[in-house]
């Protein structure tokens, strides 16, 4: 199972590939983080459950990352409109590269994406005058039971 880090690291990665981000200009950000730079990604952290039977059990890792956009002028419909069809085009071009990096199998922990799971919806808050669009995915993972021995 993949540590929280190497989450981050693959997504940071992705962000690089599909909005450009670099060390000059930061379009990756973790929850919380103040976004400073348009269009960004945000990756927050996840929940996790598990399940089991007598010799094995199974973890569920529910996450999500956000493709956001700013926009100043909030009445201006047309390019709210446009900010939406863009931030959900990189966000189902993201959604594209974790399919081929599942199914390439070159990054260990993609295997375990549920891509059959996945669901978005769209980001609006006028307040902070901030639109995009909210990728939800789950990671499932077996884990076997190794019995304790009195070594």
């Known amino acids: 199972m993949a540590k929280f880090s190497e989450i981050k690291n693959y997504f940071e990665g992705l962000a690089t590939d599909f909005l450009s981000h ?5 379009c990756f950000f973790r929850e919380n983080e103040e976004l400073t730079n348009f269009p960004c990604m945000v990756v927050n952290y996840y929940s996790s459950n598990i399940s089991g039977e007598q010799d094995a059990y199974f973890e569920a890792r529910n ?3 956000d493709i956001i956009d700013h926009l100043h ?4 419909d047309t390019r709210i409109d446009e900010i939406l069809d863009n931030t959900e085009t990189i966000a189902l071009n993201i959604l594209n590269q974790i399919y081929r990096d599942f199914l390439d199998r070159n990054i260990d922990f993609c295997v375990d994406f549920d891509l059959t799971s996945c669901s978005w919806n769209f980001i609006i808050d006028q307040e902070d005058h901030r639109y995009g669009c909210k990728v939800n995915l789950s990671m499932f993972v077996q884990h076997t039971i190794i019995p304790l021995t009195n070594d």
């Open 22 to 26: 670099s060390v000059t200009k930061k």
């Open 63 to 65: 996450f999500s990352f």
């Open 73 to 76: 002028d909030t009445e201006d």
